[in-house]
């Protein structure tokens, strides 16, 4: 059996790893005619070694058999370009099966090439819906979904979406949340870590102030979403918030890239710079991330997989939007996220109300580090149920 693996953006590459390891394992006991041949395929939507190189290193992810090299642009030629280049590769290499991961540019473009051809396709990840369709991430998660012959969903909650679109139920594998297999396999090597020495490695050079964080007395801040950072009159105002939080308490910015370079474009880099508890940093490794999330006392941000990693480690999460595809995590589910939006005076209320609730653990049915065995075994059956 042919498997082809499709990552293309940095939250791919975390929920692809343990994907891998369970072909290798798969493979490990079985003579050569009855293993799976695995092709993995990056299409190069990321392609800075902070957005993508480090984590193929990190997490033992083999380097790509293809790179597609499609790079940066607009929405329409970021698909475009992957698909002219995948349908080359998928014609040549004839793979049994596509996996596409979540809901990034790669994955829409790849399930519709892919599907054009009749050959088949799985989603991991499937079934999440913010029911927002500004996300582009919305367009390619209903897309995705509409062209999969398999859907991996993380949770019950996803399988009902899918079933309130008419998905048939034999095509619906709930089989838990790949990212946890990756944040349990990490957990012992990111425990080990020093939050202190994770800063000195990684902050910017554009500063020269420094802090020494505590457990439970920082904040942990991403932002990327385009509607937060690409409009001046939304992003000045969250600035603002996060600076009065800065007074309160460290708080830990690593950029992404995309938020950079708006950032300086509006004029409001230096200010960040210059705030002595604001500390500013390159993307960092999937370790340093986790290790700062274990100790945080609260993340702030508008990332997806971020709030999930938050939920199985109690840490407190503020996710400045307003809605999510990943309610499993908010408090109403036991979580321990809350949709705050970007209103700075709604933010503010959130951090100061969860200031004295203690962590706490919630682990949501088969987030158990076994989803990629389970995927897998149902792939090789090729069915659900
Ligand atoms: C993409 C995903 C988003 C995911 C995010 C994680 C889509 C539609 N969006 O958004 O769901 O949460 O990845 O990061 O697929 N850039 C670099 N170096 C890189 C990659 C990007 O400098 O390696 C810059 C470029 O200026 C680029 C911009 O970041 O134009 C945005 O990158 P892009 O891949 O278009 O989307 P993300 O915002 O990263």
């Not at 200031?355 to 995927?375: F, K, S, Y």
Request: aromatic share 6%.
């Amino acid at each position: 059996m042919k498997i082809m693996s499709i990552v293309g953006a940095r939250p791919n590459f975390m929920k692809v790893a343990p994907f891998v390891r369970a072909i290798q394992r798969y493979n490990q006991s079985r003579a050569a005619a009855g293993q799976i041949q695995h092709i993995l395929v990056h299409t190069g939507q990321h392609y800075d070694p902070t957005m993508s190189e480090v984590f193929f290193h990190e997490l033992g992810i083999p380097a790509p058999d293809i790179n597609l090299e499609v790079g940066s642009g607009t929405h329409a030629y970021q698909v475009g370009q992957t698909m002219i280049a995948f349908e080359k590769v998928l014609l040549e290499i004839q793979p049994d099966w596509v996996i596409v991961i979540g809901d990034v540019n790669a994955t829409a473009a790849c399930s519709l090439t892919a599907r054009k051809y009749g050959i088949r396709v799985a989603h991991i990840e499937a079934g999440l819906r913010s029911f927002d369709w500004t996300m582009p991430e919305e367009v390619n998660r209903v897309v995705t979904d509409r062209l999969s012959n398999l859907l991996f969903t993380p949770d019950r909650l996803a399988d009902e979406n899918l079933r309130r679109e008419g998905v048939s139920t034999v095509t619906i594998c709930c089989v838990g949340n790949i990212m946890i297999d990756t944040l349990e396999y990490e957990r012992p090597h990111a425990s080990a870590l020093d939050i202190n020495q994770i800063i000195s490695a990684n902050q910017l050079p554009d500063q020269r102030n420094s802090v020494h964080l505590e457990a439970d007395r920082f904040a942990l801040l991403t932002l990327h979403r385009p509607a937060n950072v690409d409009a001046k009159d939304r992003l000045g105002p969250l600035l603002e918030t996060f600076l009065t939080i800065a007074n309160i308490m460290p708080i830990i910015f690593p950029v992404h890239p995309r938020t950079r370079t708006r950032l300086v474009e509006f004029g409001f880099w230096q200010r960040l710079c210059d705030h002595s508890q604001l500390i500013l940093t390159r993307p960092l490794g999937y370790r340093d991330m986790l290790r700062l999330n274990m100790d945080a006392k609260v993340v702030l941000t508008d990332s997806g997989g971020l709030q999930e990693e938050c939920l199985v480690l109690g840490t407190h999460c503020l996710t400045m939007r307003e809605n999510t595809e990943r309610p499993i995590t908010l408090t109403e589910h036991s979580g321990t996220n809350r949709l705050v939006g970007t209103e700075p005076a709604v933010v503010l209320a959130a951090f100061h109300a969860i200031q004295n609730i203690p962590r706490r653990v919630h682990l949501p049915e088969l987030w158990d580090g076994a989803t990629a065995e389970r995927i897998l075994t149902k792939l090789i059956g090729a069915a659900c149920q």
